[in-house]
């Protein structure tokens, strides 16, 4: 069997003169958490939409590799989706609402009752079961729309910012919640502007910018990929004279962060142990560290570049 | 799961998001309530209203012979009072009036308060008047009654065996295009709640994924003319009680000898209800393309295709056998409204019937896809309404 649940081949969707996505290819493993990321206005709620097949791609295809799927987009009853636009009946009791989303994606009103108490359980709801939605705070009602989205256990879930809105021990269970997921078997396309937590739990990341595919791999090769420096933390006694460091040939760029601290930025290409040496060598220093690329730098900076070449393609 | 079943389920969740039991014990509370205290007030009436009047006669010689039977009227007389004094009784309401006749043309009479009374003594007086007079002049009351006797004008009806409508089938077949008129607005509200609510609340692209749009709107077409079936059969059988109670309490109400009919009843359902659905079809497709029926102007044009359905149900009230109407009875757009008119009003071939059904069921068909057309965009449409370009455009898209 084909490992790709989702093969996505070079798919554009134009809105009047506006491209909103611009031949965009990538694949969804099956059983991974999959990220996909980008700025506000990148073209990820299109994506997904034609991935969803609410729209239709002008050109491109997109084919799925569920269990007896025939490459068209999947029946509702192996989908699961969390949009970012999102809202229940806010007047109606939980349960029933929940009941009524079990059965839209093809359980029975018995099998969806059933599973929406137990996942109002899971997440600390159990009490509330009868309450109109409207009663719940903001962040339980991120819950139970977390819960609609994914009661019938799909085997492929689209959850469009399943963080926003709760508070960071929620956003903590909600983790472990889609590790589970992964666990027993679905396949998980995630999109969120947390990047602390993407990095936490997505495998593979795809980051557009402007309809374009900019970044696309494993953490590890995006990181690779990425024109992102290493960054040396550094913390000297007050008063201490950097100025030799400031100075080196290794450093592209300094930040200082207060209290003695300073991040300088590694030119690529050069190990950091050279500058680790150097340091040890011409300051008195209190604490020394290597900080990891962040996912938040890379995607700051690739978007930044992505953004400037698509300007420079414009005016050529 | 199937299509249908699905359709179903949205249908039924549609219908149980209106659906509200108290709404409907109330409402027959409140029709047996009503009855009663008509009934009542009318019992009160009549109890009133059967106490006899007491008049004191002076002069009485005047007019030997008034006969008050079949009034309230009581004639008494002075039994040796004065005048004074009599006028002192009716002062302290112990009789209620004093009539002093002051010959055969003219007559006083003193009261204490308004006389409902006064068109039932005058016609006493002037037939006792009238019969002086008549024997003055030796006129018979055989030759009186051949001299006032009036024409008689047979009537009979040529173009159709069935006679001319009564007033009480008028009042029914009324009755009917408000109860149908009440459904019709009832799921214009269901329908504009719904579908901007839902867009509102931003359930709509969740659910989008689990079904499809035609799926989606079916479900809300089929649970939102249940609902609105289910309020007007309601407001029919609320009447019931007070049918029953009036009958029971009184001379009771004329019912058109049609509306008993079983094969009419039926009919007037079926129309009834094929009519829900094509309104329905059409207000779901009108809803997709609202953004916030607060702030929308397109509300107002809502209500344009409807004068058609309340133009149609006063011409087939007026002439209900007319070429017109009989146009307007086929026509989807007027027919829910004339032909259940027409059933109560006139004979209708059954052929004019199922043709009329016919119809509506076709054009509900392409109304209903031509609804999941404007739905599967318009409803994704947040913000922005849109143009009436951009709705053809979309209603000829697969």
Known sequence: MNNDVLNVQSIVKQFQRQKAVNDLTFAVKRGEVFALLGPNGAGKTTTIRMLLGIIKPDSGSITFNLAHSDGAPPPGAKLGYLPEDRGLYRDIPVIKTLTYMGVLRGLSRKEAASRARQWLDQVGLSDRTNDKLETLSRGNQQKVQFISAVLHQPEFAVLDEPFSGLDPLNQDSFIEIIGEMRKQGTTILLCAHQMGLVERIAERVLLMNRGRQVLYGTMAQIRESSSTSNKIIVTVARDTDITGLRNSPLVQQVEQRGNGEYAFHIKRGNAPQKFLLQAASTAELIDIHIEKTSLHDIFIEAVRRSGDEISGEGTQ | MSYFRTVLEISRWEFSR?????????????????????????????????????????????????????????????????????????????????????????????????????????????????????????????????????????????????????????????????????????????????????????????????????????????????????????????????????????????????????????????????????????????????????????????????????????????????????????????????????????????????????????????????????????????????????????????
């Open chain 2, 18 to 398: 209106w659906f509200k039991l108290k709404g409907i014990l109330i409402t027959f509370g409140l029709s047996v309530v009503l009855s009663l205290a008509i009934a009542g007030g009318r019992y009160l009436l009549d109890q009133n209203s059967s106490s006899p009047i007491q008049i004191v006669v002076l002069n009485a010689e005047l007019l030997p012979q008034l006969k008050t039977v079949g009034t309230r009227i009581v004639v008494k007389t002075p039994e040796g009072k004065s005048e004074a004094e009599l006028r002192d009784a009716v002062g302290r309401r112990e009789i209620d009036g004093l009539l002093i006749l002051r010959g055969l043309d003219s007559a006083d009479l003193i009261v204490s308060k308004s006389p409902l009374w006064e068109g039932d003594l005058q016609q006493i007086l002037t037939a006792e008047r009238r019969r002086l007079k008549l024997e003055a002049l030796e006129v018979t009351a055989d030759q009186l009654a051949d001299v006032m006797a009036p024409v008689q004008i047979n009537t009979s009806y040529h173009e159709l065996s069935r006679g001319p409508s009564s007033a009480a089938e008028k009042i029914a077949a009324g009755l009917l295009i408000l109860t149908m008129l009440m459904g019709v607005f009832n799921s214009l509200a269901c329908q504009m709640v719904s579908i901007t609510g839902e867009k509102q609340l931003r359930v709509t692209e969740q659910i989008i994924s689990a079904v499809t749009p035609q799926q989606w709107i079916d479900g809300k077409i089929l649970g939102v003319s249940a609902y609105a079936a289910l309020g007007t059969a309601v407001i029919v059988l609320s009447a019931l009680p007070f049918i029953f109670i009036m009958q029971l309490t009184g001379p009771g109400l004329p019912i058109p000898i049609d509306l008993s009919s079983p094969l009419n009843i039926t009919l007037l359902v079926v129309v009834t209800l094929g009519g829900f659905l094509f309104w329905n079809t059409f207000l779901a497709a009108f809803a997709a393309t609202i953004n916030d029926p607060n702030t929308s102007s397109r509300t107002v044009v809502l209500f344009l295709p409807l004068v058609p359905l309340v133009a149609g149900a006063l011409i087939a009230l007026k002439a209900p056998d007319s070429l017109l109407t009989r146009t307007l009875g086929l026509l989807p757009i007027t027919s829910p409204a004339v032909v259940p008119v027409r059933i109560v009003l006139t004979e209708v071939s059954i052929w004019e019937i199922g043709l009329s059904l016919v119809l509506l069921l076709v054009a509900t068909w392409f109304m209903r896809l031509l609804a999941g057309r404007i739905f599967r965009i318009g409803m994704l449409m947040y913000g922005k309404e849109p143009s009436l370009k951009e709705l053809l455009r979309w209603m000829k898209e697969e």
